[in-house]
């Protein structure tokens, strides 16, 4: 595969454009720490409480929810993601990623498990508005990146060849989901949070992260 016979981007954001570090503080510290606070015990409680809840809800859609786990809990966590904001970061050579590719007139599609009011919050942040062509939340479809629904949605939403798609994720389930779709050309990131090792890959082709990605890379395909 050459860069001139490539027509679509398909990007995951979280643990490939963003540091998947942000989600794991807030999903698994600072939302312990307010439901600790909230009903007066300990965080140590408060975390194996909200854990056993959060891992219920595993590989559904209200495990993303916003929405969902605002109403759960009785806080309001559209609020706590502006108080947290400061703590969402960009990978390195992102932007220069997304500009290389709009210079080849390669569509690129954000398709994201993110809920939109925390979606919007992140690309503001970030400063990523503008760069994509399309933006898909699975809250828009009501049916998560690992489920085959959720990829027959986008063939109905997005005119591209299958063929001619690179489509990058963390998520090796996602990855999955996606070849099982038709999407064979696809790149798993190493290094999704920069507080944590890498995780292990060994069904894709991996890089340790958008930086990475180079010509040598698409030449695999």
């Known amino acids: 595969m050459k860069w001139d016979s490539i027509e679509t981007f398909f990007l ?21 720490y307010l439901y600790a606070k909230k009903n007066n015990i300990t965080f140590k409680s408060a975390k194996k409480e909200f854990e056993k809840k959060y891992k219920e ?12 786990w605002s109403d759960i809990l009785k806080i309001d966590l559209a609020a706590e993601l502006i108080i947290t904001k400061n703590r969402i970061n960009i990978f390195p050579g ?5 500009l ?11 398709l994201t498990n993110c809920p939109r009011k925390m979606l919007n919050v992140k690309l503001t942040q970030t400063k990523l508005w503008g760069y994509f062509d399309k933006i898909i939340s699975s809250q828009d479809f009501g049916f998560i990146k690992e489920s085959d629904i959720f990829w027959s949605y986008v063939d109905k939403e997005v005119i591209y ?4 798609t690179i489509f990058i994720d963390d998520n090796q389930d996602v990855l999955k989901y996606a070849i099982r779709n038709g999407i064979k050309n696809v790149i798993a990131i190493n290094s999704p949070d920069s507080n944590k090792k890498n995780q292990v890959i060994e069904k894709y082709i991996s890089i340790d992260g958008i930086d990475k990605f180079n010509e040598n890379i698409i030449n695999l395909f």
């Open 57 to 68: 809800k595993q590989n559904t859609i209200e495990w993303y929810s916003i929405d969902y």
């Open 161 to 164: 060849n299958k063929e001619k």
């Open 94 to 98: 992102v932007t220069e990623f997304l």
């Open 12 to 32: 995951d954001m979280d643990g490939t454009l963003l540091d998947l570090a942000y989600d794991n503080y807030f999903w698994h510290e600072h939302i312990p």
């Open 100 to 110: 290389k590719l709009k210079k080849h007139n390669i569509q690129i599609l954000l």
